[in-house]
């Protein structure tokens, strides 16, 4: 696998005054404090409140501190049925590089999710589930095609 740019570590006030740090893709999602998603390379230091899981499990707005940005070899892609997770206490979603629609990509995932409550994933290689990948290929074939259309449009 080619380098990486990570959007974090991400410095977060807890709740409790104390300070956490997540490391994410810069286009991987959050949730901000209106159960919303965005970016991770849109959070700004001391104006974006992002939500967090409490010691009581609930989710509670934060402020997040700082940003900074660094490159590693590698990721970890994994997806939930639910399509979100919390990672060191921060509200995630699941879904990266895609259109910003929570709902929509939970949509697209129905088939896999479906599926895996049926028949348990049991896919644990380096490489992307073959459904995963479909989707990725589909949506960056048509990408491709929109650009491509755009410049013929153009001339």
């Given amino acids: 696998?080619?380098?990486?740019?990570i959007g974090g570590p991400c410095t977060l006030y807890q709740t409790d005054g104390s300070k956490g740090q997540l490391l994410l893709t810069t286009t991987h999602y959050v949730f901000d404090e209106n159960l919303s998603i965005m970016f991770a390379k849109n959070l700004?230091?001391?104006e974006t409140k992002i939500s967090v899981s409490?010691?009581?499990n609930k989710l509670v707005p934060v402020?997040?501190?700082g940003i900074t940005n660094e490159w590693h070899n590698g990721y970890i892609s994994f997806y939930t049925r639910a399509g979100s997770v919390i990672a060191d206490g921060v509200l995630c979603s699941c879904y990266d590089h895609c259109q910003?629609?929570?709902t929509l990509m939970d949509l697209i995932f129905l088939p896999i999710r479906l599926w895996t409550r049926i028949m348990p994933s049991t896919h644990r290689e380096e490489r992307l589930h073959p459904y995963v990948q479909f989707l990725e290929t589909?949506?960056?074939?048509?990408?491709?095609?929109?650009?491509?259309s755009k410049r013929f449009i153009e001339n």
């Fill in 138 to 148: 589909a949506y960056l074939s048509f990408i491709n095609v929109m650009k491509k």
């Fill in 44 to 46: 700004r230091p001391r």
């Fill in 100 to 102: 910003p629609s929570q």
């Fill in 54 to 56: 409490d010691d009581n």
């Fill in 1 to 5: 696998m080619g380098e990486l740019q």
């Fill in 63 to 65: 402020f997040v501190d």
